[in-house]
């Protein structure tokens, strides 16, 4: 009788496990990395930062922050970030800055990941601007990764250097750049401060 409850409650827990909802990632501001199994190559990445310079990402390369020092009553000393930090994810992504009206992430038509220039929401014809998730996956570990509709993430190198130590371009869904490696990008809470503004 007993084996017979155990076949029974096999499939009843399987279509619980099915069906049951998937968990929320944590809320708030986040940073991103890389991620890349080498695969017969000798690149590999494990959480790698990404980081906003110039009004794209990349990877190997530091993050771009500025905060003027010519504009009345602001404090520097509160925007001391130097990581690149993120807000949003569920359909959005934004930079987490000080700069009033904010910076937009948004993939660019030639499939690069992107972001506004401080003081402006402009978005150049041919992006995308929504279509981003935040998801809590089932491997070991649970990690949150970062998805977008487009489809795949991959990073492209950028200048000469050793595979790991080269700098890397973030792109999303297609490229025409050469020598590009499909990665997966998972997210952290971050370790610091949000900068005033990219550049």
Not at 31 to 41: P, R, S
Not at 115 to 129: C, E, F, K
Not at 146 to 151: E, Q
Not at 163 to 176: A, R, W
Request: charged letters at 15%; one cysteine or more.
């Amino acid at each position: 009788m007993k084996a017979v409850a155990s076949l029974l409650t096999f499939p009843l827990v399987t279509i619980v496990a099915a069906i049951a909802p998937r968990a929320e990632p944590p809320a708030g501001p986040w940073t991103a990395g890389v991620w890349k199994i080498a695969e017969g190559t000798d690149v590999f990445f494990w959480g790698t930062p990404i980081n906003a310079s110039g009004g794209k990402f990349w990877i190997n390369k530091a993050a771009s922050t500025e905060c003027p020092g010519d504009i009345e009553n602001l404090d520097c000393s509160e925007y001391p970030g130097t990581e690149t930090i993120f807000d949003g994810g569920n359909g959005t992504v934004f930079l987490d800055v000080g700069v009033p009206g904010g910076q937009q992430v948004y993939i660019a038509e030639n499939g690069a990941l992107s972001y506004t220039i401080p003081h402006s929401g402009q978005i150049p014809d041919g992006s995308v601007a929504t279509g981003f998730s935040r998801q809590v996956s089932n491997a070991f570990g649970a990690p949150v990764l970062l998805y977008h509709a487009s489809g795949t993430w991959y990073i492209c190198p950028v200048g000469e250097g050793e595979p790991k130590e080269k700098v890397y371009q973030l792109y999303v869904g297609k490229t025409d750049m050469e020598g590009c490696y499909w990665a997966s990008v998972r997210t952290y809470q971050p370790g610091g401060g949000n900068a005033w503004e990219y550049v």
